[in-house]
């Protein structure tokens, strides 16, 4: 994956002080690299047999919604509070400095749907977790998830166990 890792651009000092922000846009630009990143998610989602990929706002969506054309299945997208018009169920996750949300439409998912979790990035497991609690609030099975980056020094896969884990790049280090 080390062509992959050559099209994310690290940003020092973004959003905050201290924070290393790994930048995917470089890699959505490049067609070859897109294409591969789908192509590997799918690899690895594919024989999960997901119903639904459940991506989280914003960057989830477009990895999310590009494995769900791919694998055939419905894609559900998981936002900021306020963010969707119709009934929603929530689910709370701790941050750094506070907490934050994510909603998703309380319709989204049929009882025993088989959802593949996705987003970007991996890092504390925060905002995997409460997709995963979303999913079984509405009486999803969360078969898998799967991200573009992960940051194993955060451990935040252990925080998903037992859910199977996959990811694309990792960094052991900042």
Known sequence: M???????????????PGIVFKDIMPLLADPVALRRVVHDL???ARPLRPDVILGA?????????????????????????GKLPHTTVSATYAL???????ELHADALGSGSRVLVHDDLLATGGTAKAKVELVEELGGEV??????????FLHGRELLAPVPVHSLISYDSE
């Open 143 to 152: 078969v898998g998830a799967a991200f573009v980056i992960e940051l194993a």
């Open 57 to 81: 706002e914003a960057r989830g969506f477009i990895f999310g919604a590009a494995l769900a054309y791919e694998l055939g299945c419905g894609f559900a997208a998981a936002r900021k509070p």
């Open 2 to 16: 080390s062509d992959l890792r050559s099209k994310i651009r690290d940003v020092p000092g973004f959003p905050k």
């Open 42 to 44: 799918a690899e690895f």
């Open 96 to 102: 750094e400095y506070g907490t934050d949300s994510l």
